[in-house]
DNA sequence: CGTGGTGTGTCAAACTATTGACATGACGCA
DNA sequence: TGCGTCATGTCAATAGTTTGACACACCACG
């Protein structure tokens, strides 16, 4: 059996549970709002970040951005963002969210706001600090 | 702009980023080996689990067992699990791993060991043990 | 006895995502 | 002024995954 698994490695497989879980619980409460969690997370970072590019919106939602760019194509056709047709700097298309859209989102975020809570609730404020501080320095050892 | 986004919210950014960081990680490490990390993760089950049912496989991976079931056809095929062909009592078939798998898992782990602890250098062993106590509440908080 | 419910394995189709490739435009630097 | 490098957007092909469906086999219960 020589299972010898570390701490650091149990800490792995909590991170990819924790996760599974969380996306679950996220999209059994945005499907009946019509969305998907990648595509809540591109609205969200649209919002928080209006006229980002396509690209830097890839690297945050942490997909390719060839993707990124299907989904957007989606977004597109449902009417909730709207890309200017004429190209910036780097040959980069401006991307906004319609009104649409921001209503949707609001509602979208309440849903999620009760995901994390739940995953929360039972953490008081100073521990739910430390773990957020735990998990950024292994954030940073892994970049 | 208003983001008022919550610590709540930030973490589940947090969990996702870090994951998404380590899956990157291991495949990197992993793929030399010619393994994926699903793939990884199905020979270490079966390790840690010998003649574990598909199903079971297909719970603590956090994929479809029809997933599963593509993946260990592809596993069987490269000589690295041997499914008995007669059922159990649920129709289930015994899965073992081969001995050119378990020399081949040996080298997996090291792998996948030094990602763990570039992950955790920089965290003493109290905390730790401490985050894998924080992150676990907030799993069973999804549940 | 049966009979509904549950768990398992597997196939096919649909969907999602990635990899690879290419054209375009900006930038630094000789 | 050229030229190599880099970043972006997009297309096509591929790989991986999920959804939906079906056939078995057990098991608890009337």
Redesign the pocket.
């Known amino acids: 059996m020589t299972q010898a698994t570390t701490i650091a490695e149990r800490l792995g497989v909590l991170i990819k549970e924790t996760q599974a879980l969380l996306h679950q619980r996220m999209?059994e409460r945005l499907r009946p709002l019509g969305l998907?969690?990648?595509q809540y997370a591109c609205l969200t970072a649209l919002h928080d970040t209006p006229g980002i590019?396509?690209?830097?919106?890839?690297?945050r939602t942490?997909?390719?951005?060839?993707?990124?760019?299907?989904?957007?194509?989606?977004l597109e056709k449902r009417g909730l963002i709207e890309?200017s047709p004429d190209?910036?700097?780097?040959?980069?298309?401006a991307?906004e969210l319609t009104p649409e859209a921001r209503s949707l989102l609001a509602r979208a975020r309440t849903q999620v706001a009760g995901v994390a809570d739940a995953m929360t609730e039972s953490l008081p404020a100073a521990e739910l600090r430390q773990l957020e501080a735990l998990l950024a320095r292994c954030r940073d050892g892994l970049r």
């Open positions: 999209d998907s969690v990648p590019t396509g690209s830097e919106l890839a690297r942490f997909v390719s951005r060839q993707s990124t760019n299907v989904l957007l194509q989606g890309r190209s910036g700097p780097r040959r980069e298309r991307t």
